[in-house]
């Protein structure tokens, strides 16, 4: 019985590296299969993953709520 892409991969990484829209299922299926192959250790490149985001990762990006000016003014967001 063959593993599944997320078995392969693992949580740690999946997570580390996030939602990565666009990249589609075979891209995934080559990684998986490169770690596979490779006998790459997966917790090492979810460390790498994780620090690249966090490298990469604007101040500003974070969803932090803007101050109102007053109470009665309503939020525009």
Request: glycine letters at 6%; proline letters at 8%.
């Amino acid at each position: 019985m063959a593993l599944s892409v997320a078995e392969m991969i693992g949580a740690e990484l999946a997570t580390a590296i996030g939602a990565a829209h666009g990249i589609g299922r075979p891209r995934w299926e080559t990684m998986a299969r490169a770690i596979e192959q490779t006998g790459a250790d997966k917790d090492e490149l979810a460390r790498l993953a994780d620090d690249v985001h966090t490298a990469h990762r604007s101040p500003w990006s974070a969803a932090r709520p803007r101050p109102r000016t007053s109470p009665s003014q309503p939020s525009r967001w």
